[in-house]
């Protein structure tokens, strides 16, 4: 009897995480959408589990000619009131090469090598912690939408009883585009 109650309470708590994963998937469906009706739904929009504190990315590619709004929705109770989004761009670059003396050595016959190079298009923590941005890409390229989630302020009393807040919560984000309408002459 007591090996089934054991198998019970594994089995319950599986179903929790699996009901939980379950949510977190279509979590981007509950964004607001755009106010412009010509914005679709981009296929690459995605939901997951974040846990609070460590920096998650999701990599896109934007088409030249299109707009894009991408925003974010979250569990607030978990993730907190406000989320640190970025727009990296990552380009490949040589590696500058220092001599001794801390000077560029430019001649060398070794194989150049290269390395990525992070360029942040977009941070929403200068611009008032922003939920969504809208922008025109100017060339097709692969880009990064990088999100951190500082969680929710502990409450004293939960530490004196000894609880810890859930440090896993639902982020989703929601990506739309439409052609980018011509405009002038």
């Given at each position: 009897?007591?090996?089934?109650?054991?198998?019970?309470?594994?089995?319950?708590a599986l179903a929790l995480c699996t009901l939980a994963q379950s949510n977190c998937s279509e979590f981007w469906?509950?964004?607001?959408?755009?106010?412009?009706?010509?914005?679709?739904?981009?296929?690459?929009?995605?939901?997951?589990?974040?846990?609070?504190?460590?920096?998650?990315?999701?990599?896109?590619?934007?088409?030249?000619?299109?707009?894009?709004?991408?925003?974010?929705?979250?569990?607030?109770?978990?993730?907190?009131?406000?989320?640190?989004?970025?727009?990296?761009?990552?380009?490949?670059?040589?590696?500058?090469?220092?001599?001794?003396?801390?000077?560029?050595?430019?001649?060398?016959?070794?194989?150049?090598?290269?390395?990525?190079?992070?360029?942040?298009?977009?941070?929403?923590?200068?611009?008032?912690?922003?939920?969504a941005v809208e922008f025109t890409a100017t060339s097709t390229k692969r880009i990064a939408i990088e999100v951190?989630?500082?969680?929710?302020?502990?409450?004293?009393?939960?530490?004196?009883?000894?609880?810890?807040?859930?440090?896993?919560?639902?982020?989703?984000?929601?990506?739309?585009?439409?052609?980018?309408?011509?405009?002038?002459?």
């Open positions: 009897m007591h090996l089934r109650s054991i198998l019970l309470s594994v089995s319950s469906k509950t964004a607001p959408r755009a106010s412009d009706p010509r914005f679709t739904v981009n296929g690459q929009s995605k939901s997951a589990s974040v846990q609070v504190g460590v920096p998650t990315e999701l990599n896109i590619i934007i088409y030249k000619g299109q707009d894009y709004r991408i925003s974010f929705v979250y569990d607030e109770k978990i993730i907190g009131d406000h989320v640190v989004a970025r727009i990296l761009e990552k380009v490949r670059g040589p590696v500058k090469r220092l001599d001794g003396a801390g000077e560029e050595n430019k001649g060398t016959s070794q194989k150049p090598q290269f390395e990525d190079v992070v360029k942040v298009i977009w941070n929403n923590e200068a611009h008032d912690m922003a939920d951190t989630a500082p969680g929710t302020p502990e409450n004293p009393k939960d530490i004196k009883r000894g609880r810890s807040q859930p440090d896993i919560g639902c982020l989703g984000i929601l990506i739309e585009h439409m052609p980018t309408p011509t405009i002038g002459f």
